[in-house]
C-alpha cells in the first residue's frame, strides 16, 4: 500500500486553504496566535513543502487544525469542507487500494432548508441568540431548529458553501 494519493488528496486542501487564507484579513481575531490567519498561512504553505516527507499524522493533525480553524473565523463552513473533501479522501484511499472508511452520523449546521440539526444534545437546542434551551426531541432523533445563518467572527457569513477567491 502506498499513502501517495492520501498525501496528494491533503496537499490539494492545504492548497485550497491557503487560497482562502491568502484572501482573509490578517486582523480577524484570533485568542492564541496561533490561531491566527498569519499562522494558519504558515502551516499550510510549510505543510505543502513537507508533504512527502511529513507523517501523514502529522499532516492530518495540522489539516484538521486548519479546517476547524477556518470555520472558527467563519472562512469555511463544516458541511461545505466535508461535501468537499469526503469524495476526494474516498479516491486517494481507493487509489491507495485502503478500504473507504464508513460515514457516520453527524450533525448539519446550517443545512440548505436553512435549519440546524443538532444530534450532540437531542434535549437542547440553539436559538437565534445561540443560546441553548430545552425542546422536545423530533421524530427523526435529530432536533430541527432555525438557523440564524450567522457566523462567528466579525465577518459573518452564510453557511451556503465554501469562500475560495
Not at 11 to 26: G, K, P, S, T, W
Not at 110 to 129: M, Q
Not at 142 to 160: D, K, M
Request: net charge positive; proline share 10%; charged share 25%.
Amino acid at each position: 500500500m502506498t499513502d501517495l494519493p492520501v498525501r496528494n488528496a491533503t496537499a490539494a486542501l492545504f492548497r485550497r486553504y491557503l487560497a482562502i487564507l491568502e484572501a482573509a484579513d490578517d486582523c480577524l481575531p484570533a485568542p492564541d496566535p496561533r490561531a491566527g490567519i498569519s499562522n494558519l498561512r504558515w502551516m499550510c504553505r510549510t505543510a505543502l513543502e513537507n508533504i512527502g516527507s511529513d507523517p501523514i499524522d502529522k499532516l492530518s493533525r495540522w489539516l484538521g487544525f486548519v479546517q476547524g480553524t477556518l470555520v472558527m473565523h467563519g472562512l469555511a463552513c463544516v458541511d461545505a469542507e466535508r461535501e468537499f473533501s469526503r469524495p476526494l479522501f474516498h479516491a486517494a484511499y481507493r487509489a491507495a487500494d485502503r478500504p473507504v472508511p464508513p460515514t457516520r452520523a453527524t450533525s448539519a449546521w446550517c443545512g440548505s432548508d436553512g435549519a440546524i440539526l443538532d444530534n450532540r444534545r437531542p434535549d437542547a437546542t440553539v436559538n437565534e441568540t445561540d443560546t441553548l434551551r430545552e425542546a422536545p426531541i423530533a421524530s427523526s432523533g435529530l432536533q430541527v431548529i432555525p438557523c440564524s445563518r450567522r457566523r462567528p467572527g466579525p465577518t459573518r457569513r452564510p453557511c451556503s458553501g465554501s469562500w475560495l477567491p
